[in-house]
């Protein structure tokens, strides 16, 4: 059955009420048609619940705006959703990124991610090609999909918004990796599931990293916002230090948008829950409103909390990881990097949730806490203990 507007409804009654369902919730295609936007085909998502969402098909199917009851949610930077063809990869000494990052949902790898690396290319067997040089979090979220559908499916009196597509991050003398993405929220619903496979297609052994760079913006960021995580232990903080209490900015509650900001990093290591779930969520008790995120620990087991409190860019990031926040190099002197064959295929499960009303909130305090109980000290100190990755190729 489908929930709406304070009914609960069949597939018959929601016709009756309508001469298409998009009076109500849908997804349809569009194509934005100015500034360093223009040509970006986005797919906008209502379900209508009050979410809205839209997917980025020119940039790796990424989440752009995210909203709930005309509350935003995720973040826009002052870059824009900018077109790919735009995008200089290798400019700016590695940190043109900068240029192209905005929006809820930016997807970091298929083979790199964190800073600029430059990083053995023996295993694609080009004697021209000693080395790769990597920029910061990678190509993949400037890639264009290939869409392979979207739309409204119907099972019963379920309806279900979707869409599916494939990036492929590819090069002669080099890596040929696709990322498979589909899209899901329900009709009457308030979350969004993500699933993902990445698969070399190519016939070179081909390393894969991969994160979610999840970005909250305001007014669900504003002072006196809550992180809320399962953190068993703070391993790394990039400010530690002498910055580490410099900015008076811990880890677990927001302050109101700061000249001078300088961006903060911490790595904490999560608890899961008794099915493998990692859930983390930011919330505004003021608003009655929160965002949860929440993935699996098997498949992301590293998780970073990214402040970047400046005024003019203020937002917060939860990226779930397959890495130490260490990067590349560290990851192959570890032992730690992920190898994948020909045919090889990693997947990766997200689900985003929004929490509305301050029962929605509690109860998502309470199963979070139940996992494991975050350090009540805003500034604990970095232990540096880097957990082992296993399960690596």
């Not at 990124?97 to 083979?111: A, H, K, N, P, Y």
């Not at 599931?193 to 390393?207: E, I, K, M, Y």
């Not at 809550?226 to 302050?255: C, F, I, M, N, S």
């Amino acid at each position: 059955m489908v929930k709406l507007y304070g009914q609960t409804l069949s597939r018959r009654q929601v016709a009756e009420r309508s001469g298409m369902l998009s009076q109500f919730a849908g997804v349809r295609l569009m194509t934005l048609g100015d500034g360093v936007e223009r040509g970006i085909r986005m797919l906008e998502f209502r379900t209508g619940s009050g979410l809205r969402f839209t997917a980025l098909v020119d940039r790796a199917l990424d989440i752009a705006d995210c909203e709930y009851k005309g509350q935003a949610i995720g973040w826009h930077s002052p870059s824009g959703f900018r077109h790919p063809g735009l995008h200089d990869y290798e400019g700016e000494d590695g940190f043109a990124w900068g240029r192209s990052f905005s929006g809820l949902l930016v997807t970091c790898g298929l083979d790199h991610i964190l800073g600029r690396n430059e990083v053995p290319a023996e295993n694609y067997n080009y004697p021209g090609r000693k080395t790769v040089t990597h920029s910061l979090h990678g190509r993949v979220g400037t890639i264009p999909v290939r869409l392979t559908g979207y739309g409204e499916s119907w099972d019963g009196d379920r309806c279900v918004l979707w869409a599916e597509g494939i990036v492929q991050q590819a090069s002669v003398f080099g890596e040929d990796l696709h990322l498979i993405r589909r899209i899901e929220a329900d009709v009457g619903g308030s979350e969004i599931r993500l699933s993902d496979r990445v698969v070399n297609h190519g016939f070179h052994r081909t390393p894969h990293m991969y994160f979610y760079h999840v970005n909250v913006g305001h007014p669900l960021l504003d002072e006196g916002s809550r992180y809320l995580a399962p953190v068993r232990d703070v391993v790394w903080a990039a400010h530690a230090g002498e910055r580490y209490e410099a900015q008076k900015v811990g880890y677990r509650t927001v302050p109101a948008p700061q000249l001078g900001f300088s961006e903060q990093v911490w790595q904490h290591e999560m608890g899961a829950d008794a099915e493998g779930e990692v859930p983390v969520a930011v919330v505004n008790d003021r608003l009655g409103l929160g965002f949860e995120v929440i993935t699996r620990k098997d498949q992301l087991p590293c998780c970073y909390e990214w402040q970047n409190f400046q005024a003019g860019q203020y937002a917060l990031g939860i990226e779930p990881s397959t890495h130490h926040v260490l990067g590349n190099l560290a990851a192959r002197e570890r032992g730690e990097m992920i190898w994948l064959e020909h045919g090889e295929t990693r997947a990766y499960d997200a689900v985003f949730r929004v929490l509305d009303g301050k029962d929605a909130i509690a109860d998502a305090e309470r199963r979070i806490a139940a996992i494991a109980r975050q350090p009540e000290q805003d500034y604990p100190q970095p232990s540096g203990n880097f957990p082992r990755l296993a399960g690596r190729a």
